[in-house]
């Protein structure tokens, strides 16, 4: 199915060549999409009360998070917090001066 689905744009010539022509479900899925979930409700509700949220709030929010679920110890190591990042559109951003 998959194959099929790219043949088709591969051979749609109204696409520009130039740009990159992917599938919407290329890529890894997520192990725990309920934790993710939960994860990204958390990280919004801070980004909505004007809090910044940093990697290490969100690694202890994904271990705190998978011990209610029961899903185990998960290492949250800072690769699979910037593939959660990378997944869900969150880009980290540094103040650099106060106006």
Known sequence: MQKSEFEAVKKNQDLNFRKVRVLESRGHKPLYPSLEQELLKYVQEKH??????????????AKEIAKSQE????KASRGWIKWFKRRNNLVQHCQTQVA
Do not use: Y
């Open 71 to 74: 899903l185990g110890d998960i």
């Open 48 to 61: 909505g009360e004007g809090l910044s949220v940093t990697t290490s709030m969100i690694e202890n929010k």
